[in-house]
């Protein structure tokens, strides 16, 4: 679990967009497996996205007309996986997350904090290898956002799951394994 802290503007989220393949960097290359993400077409970009990272985002991006299973469902009925199965994952996945009871509940009817986890649960869906995560309490209480934060550590311990997280919360990120800190663009230093 590696965190990313620094002051707002410094580049922090245009980091974690361009190592997750949402924005083509200006210069320099993103390695991954020995493979240059973006050396490929918009069409393989997109596969690496979908085939090893999982966002999770301070403005959870939830959507607004489907409940909770169906939000989580959406990431693995896109790579092309059956209904039957991508429900069965997302039913896995928010029972996981403490959410059981709330999965026909649309985002409208959930806390914060329940939201957050359902979008926790969608960044983990399709398994992925390094789930990036940028404020993702930011939008919390601070004793949601801790339980939030402790969710994902017990998720990263559980499944072995890179977590990059971006946050301005000096306190969640010294319980990460790894911090580094940003200023202009540049890391600083690094615990």
Wanted: glycine share 10%; proline share 3%.
């Amino acid at each position: 679990m590696l965190a990313i802290v620094g002051a707002s503007g410094v580049g922090k989220s245009t980091f974690l967009h361009v190592l997750g393949g949402l924005e083509r960097p200006d210069r320099g290359r993103v390695l991954y497996g020995g493979m240059d993400v973006y050396a490929q077409d918009d069409r393989g970009i997109a596969r690496f996205r979908n085939e090893h990272v999982g966002f999770v985002f301070q403005f959870h991006h939830l959507l607004p007309e489907f409940t909770a299973l169906e939000n989580v469902m959406m990431p693995a009925l896109v790579r092309g996986l059956g209904s039957d199965e991508a429900a069965e994952m997302a039913r896995s996945l928010l029972a996981d997350v403490g959410l059981s009871a709330r999965v026909q509940h649309r985002p409208g009817e959930l806390s914060g904090g329940e939201q957050q986890r359902v979008a926790v649960a969608r960044a983990l869906v399709l398994k992925p290898d390094v789930v990036l995560a940028d404020e993702p309490t930011g939008n919390l209480d601070a004793h949601t956002g801790e339980a939030v934060h402790e969710l994902l550590e017990k998720i990263n311990a559980e499944r072995s799951i890179t977590f990059v997280i971006v946050t301005h919360n000096d306190k969640l990120a010294l319980r990460s394994k790894r911090v580094c800190r940003m200023s202009e663009g540049a890391f600083l230093q690094e615990r």
